[in-house]
Every structure is written in structure tokens, then in C-alpha cells.
């Protein structure tokens, strides 16, 4: 699976957007690009996929590049509950999906 | 329950002691994964059960890590005299199927926190 590098931290003002990138240079041309969030104390859960063309569902938006070397994950208006650590994770159809260490979302009131 | 059910939530335990940690999948989800996370780091991959083949025990750290799925359903991750190090939370998730459609969703527990003092 591809490497991914993401932003350790960022910060955002409540109600506003917040662009989170992550860049997956070494991705192939078969890997899918998954967004998962971990909230404090839980468990992961799934946010957003896709492969080549933008996706947008009820809980974000992805923009991923011509080249799809990097990716951006797109939330619309933050709120507090918005607050966790973001993982990208390029996979390529194995279960071994490696999480990486994310970017942590502070989001102020 | 509607979602990946893990027990005990918490569990504290002395060095040198055997813990058992209990995952219940989705209702239907034939792959079952175990990861560990450490207090501020990513996740580590451990286990993977898909249906009735055989496990892919390739993360687990040591001999001392086991698991096994019974029936295709409850799975229990069994960790033998506990070393400090062994303290993190340990996560089950499953999904529908096996995820090499690179599309398929895993749905993840809220986790069991082990403590090893």
C-alpha cells in the first residue's frame, strides 16, 4: 500500500470549512482512497471514498488530484463534534488497511 | 446490537496474567480484524478472519497473541502473561466481505482498554 503523509495537527474555527490534505505520491492506479475519523475514546469510522473522480456524501466531500497523488478531504461547516484525528489511507483490495498516525482536528467554539 | 460489540470495555490486569478480550461482528459480516493502538500512535494491524479460510495471523507481535473465531461469528483475542507493553486499546472491526473490492467499508468497535500493572 501506498505511503501517506498528512499534517500532524490543524486547526479550525467552528462553522467554517476545513481542508485536510493528505499526499499519497507513490499511490497505484488501482488504489482506492479512504477517509476514516477516530472521535476521542472510539473506535474509528468510515467518512468518504473514492478513486478518481471527486465524491461527496452527507458527511464530507473528497477532491482528489488529476494525478492522484494527493487528496484533499473536504468539511463543509466544522462543528466541535467534528473534532477527532483524520486517517487517509490508500488500499490497494487488501484488508490490511495501515492507518498511520492521521491529522488531529481541533476545532474552536 | 446494530454495531461491532466488544467486552470488557476496561480491563486492568497484573503482569504475567492471561486476558481474553471478546469481539461480536455486525450480524453477517464475514471479515472480522483485529488492531491494537498504543496511547498516541496509529493503528497495528494484528488479525484478519475472512469466512472459513484460514487466518491471517501476520500481526500479531508475539506468541503469546492468539485468536480465534468461532462458528464465523464471536471472535476472542487471547493475550498470555501480559507484559507492560501489551497495554492499549485493542480494536475489533468487521465488514461485509473482504475488503479486496478496495471499496468495502470496515466498521470498527469502541474498543476494550487494557492495562497491565
Known amino acids: 500500500d501506498a505511503k501517506t503523509t498528512q499534517p500532524n495537527s490543524m486547526e479550525s474555527n467552528e462553522e467554517e470549512p476545513v481542508h485536510l490534505p493528505c499526499n499519497h505520491s507513490t499511490i497505484s492506479g488501482t488504489d482506492y482512497i479512504h477517509w476514516y475519523r477516530q472521535l476521542p475514546s472510539q473506535g474509528p469510522e468510515y467518512v468518504i471514498h473514492g478513486l478518481t473522480s471527486n465524491v461527496n456524501n452527507r458527511m464530507a466531500s473528497l477532491a482528489i488530484a488529476e494525478d492522484r497523488k494527493s487528496s484533499t478531504l473536504i468539511l463543509h461547516r466544522a462543528t466541535l463534534r467534528d473534532a477527532a484525528v483524520y486517517y487517509c489511507?490508500?488500499?490497494?483490495?487488501?484488508?490490511?488497511?495501515?492507518f498511520g498516525t492521521g491529522t488531529r482536528l481541533k476545532v474552536l467554539a | 446490537g446494530a454495531g461491532v460489540s466488544q467486552s470488557p470495555s476496561n480491563k486492568v490486569t497484573e503482569k504475567g496474567k492471561d486476558v481474553e478480550l471478546r469481539c461480536d461482528p455486525i450480524?453477517?459480516?464475514?471479515?472480522l480484524y483485529w488492531y491494537r493502538q498504543s496511547l498516541g500512535q496509529g493503528l497495528e494491524f494484528l488479525i484478519y478472519f475472512q469466512g472459513n479460510s484460514a487466518p491471517d495471523k501476520s500481526g500479531l507481535p508475539s506468541d503469546r497473541f492468539s485468536a480465534e473465531r468461532t462458528g464465523g461469528s464471536v471472535s476472542t483475542l487471547t493475550i498470555q502473561r501480559t507484559q507492560q507493553e501489551d497495554s492499549a486499546v485493542y480494536l475489533c472491526a468487521s465488514s461485509p466481505v473482504g475488503t479486496r473490492s478496495s471499496g468495502n467499508t470496515i466498521y470498527f468497535g469502541e474498543g476494550s482498554w487494557l492495562t497491565v500493572v
Open positions: 489511507i490508500p488500499n490497494s483490495g487488501t484488508y490490511k488497511y495501515i
Open positions: 450480524s453477517g459480516h464475514t471479515a
